[in-house]
């Protein structure tokens, strides 16, 4: 069936240094893809989506491009800051599913000072 | 910001009660879900709902069960707690003309401790 999978936390970073979190996706056809991103405490909020392939998302300085070729949608930032240290999940959709989403682990970021 | 509401937040409870969680929407939509996320922090599909008196079961089996008598309420139910109930559990919402947008809101959790 349908799968996510997430590089593995925790993935703990210098403040300013450059972040990539790998997700790859198993899927006949071409789903919508997205990340999602969960802060201490609080639920799930949409970071970025892309629809269809060669899509790039972005949003606060986070980008994700949608790879059909490798199956991937990458997540990656150019300079982290100690406010982005979340758990960030990456997603697969199918619309004719009724907009169930299927999510990867999870890969908890920590950004240090 | 999202209008998704769910409670309580914590929860701590003896084995055997029944509990009832609760989740609103004040955004109309007509899609519902429930995901339980372990402390592994996977999240996993246990129910959703497509409109009033319309629920599924999702893709992980759940002694849990759900109603859906009006569409901006969908509380999750378990009849008899159990330790293997402890969990997180994220009430989520999205709007059908929303298919191709992909954004479900969530709510900020429901942390239930069975003893």
């Known amino acids: 069936g349908d799968s996510v999978t997430q590089m593995e936390g925790p993935v703990t970073l210098s403040e300013e240094a450059f972040l990539t979190i790998n997700c790859t996706y198993t899927?006949?056809?071409?789903?919508?893809l997205f990340w999602y991103v969960q802060y201490p405490g609080e639920g799930l909020q949409l970071l970025l989506k892309a629809t269809k392939a060669d899509d790039k998302g972005s949003n606060k300085g986070f980008e994700a491009t949608y790879r059909k070729e490798t199956t991937s949608f990458h997540l990656e930032k150019g300079s982290v800051q100690v406010s982005d240290s979340a758990v960030y999940f990456c997603a697969l959709r199918w619309a004719n599913q009724g907009g169930k989403l299927i999510f990867g682990q999870g890969t908890e970021l920590s950004v240090k000072p | 910001e999202a209008d998704i509401y769910q409670t309580p937040r914590y929860l701590v409870i003896g084995t055997g009660k029944k509990i009832t969680l609760e989740c609103s929407q004040t955004?109309?939509?007509?899609?519902m879900y429930w995901y339980q996320q372990d402390p592994g922090m996977e999240l996993h599909l246990i129910h959703y709902?497509?409109?009033?008196?319309?629920?599924e079961k999702g893709d992980l089996s759940s002694e849990s069960t759900v109603s859906r008598i009006r569409t901006e309420h969908f509380p999750l139910t378990l009849e008899s707690a159990r330790p293997s109930h402890t969990s997180q559990y994220l009430c989520a919402s999205s709007e059908s003309a929303g298919v191709s947008t992909g954004e479900l809101f969530f709510g900020e959790g429901s942390r239930l401790t069975v003893l």
């Open positions: 899927a006949t056809g071409y789903p919508s």
């Open positions: 955004m109309g939509h007509d899609k």
């Open positions: 709902s497509y409109g009033v008196n319309s629920t």
